[in-house]
């Protein structure tokens, strides 16, 4: 039985469709080093996962929630439609994770032009906080 369920969970995550471009992907990297530098312009960073953990970003809540993406509209009702935007989740990997596609999708029907998705290629935990990457204070 368990083995059924997790092929059934391994065929939908993979029959999602990757909806963002190489040209899209934003390593941690090149992020956490844009943020400790605190040159201006510095991108709009939202959270559309479980909650906002990168330093300076902003939580809309979970993508996958109708509440989370009228949060999220109502967010980037205020920029920009040529601003850099880059969202991120960090639930999980990309393959599984419910939230990246709908945010993703809405900044696309928006019209944002620099639209852009933090390469978080487990999670959040270890592929920012472990690293010692800047993260908001509580």
């Known amino acids: ?26 390593s941690p990297e090149a992020l956490a080093e844009r943020i400790n530098a605190n040159k201006a312009p510095l991108p709009l960073v939202i959270s559309v996962g479980p909650s906002a953990l990168i330093k300076g970003s902003v939580d809309a809540g979970e993508a996958h929630e109708k509440a989370s993406i009228s949060q999220l509209k109502s967010i980037l009702a205020k920029e920009s439609k040529n601003r850099e935007v880059i969202i991120y989740c960090g639930c999980c990997p990309f393959a599984k994770c419910p939230n990246v596609r709908p945010a993703l999708a809405l900044l696309k029907d928006l019209k944002f032009s620099d639209a852009k ?22």
């Open 1 to 26: 039985m368990i083995i059924v369920m997790t092929i059934r969970f391994q065929a939908m995550a993979q029959s999602q469709p990757v909806t963002w471009t190489v040209e899209q992907l934003v």
């Open 117 to 138: 998705l933090l390469n978080l290629e487990k999670n959040v935990k270890t592929d920012w906080i472990d690293k010692g990457y800047p993260v908001n204070e509580k």
